[in-house]
């Protein structure tokens, strides 16, 4: 069974980093939509078709559970309308964060490998940058958390 939880931040991010750190190993996924000013859709992708359609760019974060007794790296994805975005821009939204680059793909956005080890702080201002720098919307200065945490 998954519980999802919502939390709504600005400025203090203590609460959304709580939120990323306990879904660890495997635990769950959270998802970061900036806030928009008008009422607009988060992203969705048609899986049959793979076609990004309308609305506020959407970080997922999800971690995976050891395998075979290691640890394994988690993935953030963001699903933006910009297209390919490059390694320059990609290295720019990353910052020092240890996240390497999966896929920069044309529809499907944005993939990055992160570390088992990496801070929920390094993770967290990274899903921020990224859902700031992709949304085609005017935002709010606010974000949304929806946390997935499997029981």
Sequence with gaps: MTTR??????????EAIAAIESIG???????????????????????MGLRVHQGVTVASFVTNPERHGRVQPSTLGVLHTR???????VAELVGDA???LRQDHNQRGL????????????????????T???????TSGG?????FLRD
């Design 132 to 138: 700031d720098a992709l949304c085609d919307v005017a």
């Design 111 to 130: 993939l990055l490998e992160v570390p088992a080890d990496a801070a929920a702080t390094q993770v967290l201002d990274v899903m921020v940058r990224c």
């Design 25 to 47: 190993a495997g635990r769950g996924w959270c998802n970061v939509i900036p806030s928009a000013v008008d009422d607009v859709p988060d992203l969705k992708v048609d899986f």
């Design 143 to 147: 974000w949304r958390l929806d946390q």
């Design 83 to 89: 297209g390919r975005l490059g390694r320059a821009r």
């Design 98 to 100: 240890p996240f390497v």
């Design 5 to 14: 939880r919502t939390i709504t931040f600005s400025s203090d991010h203590a």
